[in-house]
């Protein structure tokens, strides 16, 4: 019994640590923007190769073609 406890844990526990840390509330959309406001509205974006990075607005966001989405606000 104990032995089945513990495998149902690590199981859990792996699951959880494959898990991506941020998933994209909006997607970036194809064609990609090529000019963007001087607008300030950090944005948090989900990277395609996984991670994330700051940036100062969902335009400049989706302006680089290694950001698959986004979500609103400051990355943490």
Do not use: H, W
Request: with cysteine; glycine share 6%; net charge negative.
């Amino acid at each position: 019994m104990r032995s089945a406890c513990a495998l149902v844990v690590l199981a859990m526990l792996t699951a959880c640590a494959n898990q991506p840390a941020l998933i994209p509330s909006t997607l970036c959309t194809e064609p990609r923007p090529l000019l963007c406001t001087m607008e300030f509205n950090p944005t948090c974006a989900v990277l395609t190769a996984g991670g994330t990075k700051e940036f100062a607005s969902p335009c400049t966001a989706c302006a680089d073609p290694a950001v698959s989405g986004y979500v609103a606000g400051p990355c943490q």
